[in-house]
C-alpha cells in the first residue's frame, strides 16, 4: 500500500461570529467529512475570544487515493467550548486532492527538488472562509500543511492487515475509510 504523510498545523481564525467575544473559548475539530472516528482536537484557546490562535500540528498517514479523488475531504470544525454543550461557530472543507495540487504547484516543484528530499513536499500557508451554514463566511481560518514523502507498507503476508504499525517510533491505529466513490483509503493519525 502506498501512503502520504499529511502534516497540518492549525494556526489561527480571525474575525468568528460569536457572542462574548472576550469569553469565547475555542478549539478546532479536524477529520475526515462523513468520518467521525477519524477525529482529532486542538486544546482549546482561551485567551483569543473571537480570534484564536493554536499552533497545533498533528500528522496523519492517509493512502494515496486520497489525493487522487475530490470526493476524500478534509474537515475542520470550530467549536466554542462552554459548561453547557459546546457551541458549533462553523467550518473549512477542503479536498485533499486540492491541498495536493496547490502543494505540487511548479513553484513548488521547482522548491522541492532543489531543497526537500524526494517527495516531501515544502508546504503552504492558507486561508480559507470559515462557512457557518448562511450565505456569508464567519470569520478566516489560517491553516499550514504539507505531503510528505510516500511511505509503502508491504501487506502481512497470509491477508493481514497492516494494522498498529509502528512508524518512527510513533503508534498508529489505522482505520478503513469509505469515501462516496466507493473506495477504499486506508488513514490513520499519528501518536493515538
Known sequence: M??????????????????ETQKTKVYAKISIAGHPNTEK??????????????NFTTTCKIGKQ??????????????????????YIGEVRVSFKELFNRERTLWGRLTTLFS??????????????????????SGVLKFSYRFRKEVIVNQPSGGGSALGLAASGAKWVELIITVATGIDIPFSWEGV
Open 2 to 19: 502506498e501512503f502520504w504523510m499529511f502534516e497540518i498545523t492549525l494556526i489561527l481564525a480571525r474575525n468568528l461570529e460569536v457572542r
Open 41 to 54: 482536537r486542538t486544546p482549546v484557546d482561551k485567551k483569543g475570544g473571537a480570534n484564536p490562535a493554536w
Open 66 to 87: 486520497a489525493v487522487e479523488h475530490d470526493g476524500v475531504m478534509l474537515l475542520i470544525e470550530l467549536y466554542r467550548s462552554r459548561t453547557f454543550g459546546d457551541q
Open 116 to 137: 526537500c528530499p524526494k517527495g516531501a513536499g515544502v508546504g503552504k500557508t492558507v486561508k480559507y472562509p470559515v462557512n457557518n451554514g448562511g450565505s456569508h463566511s
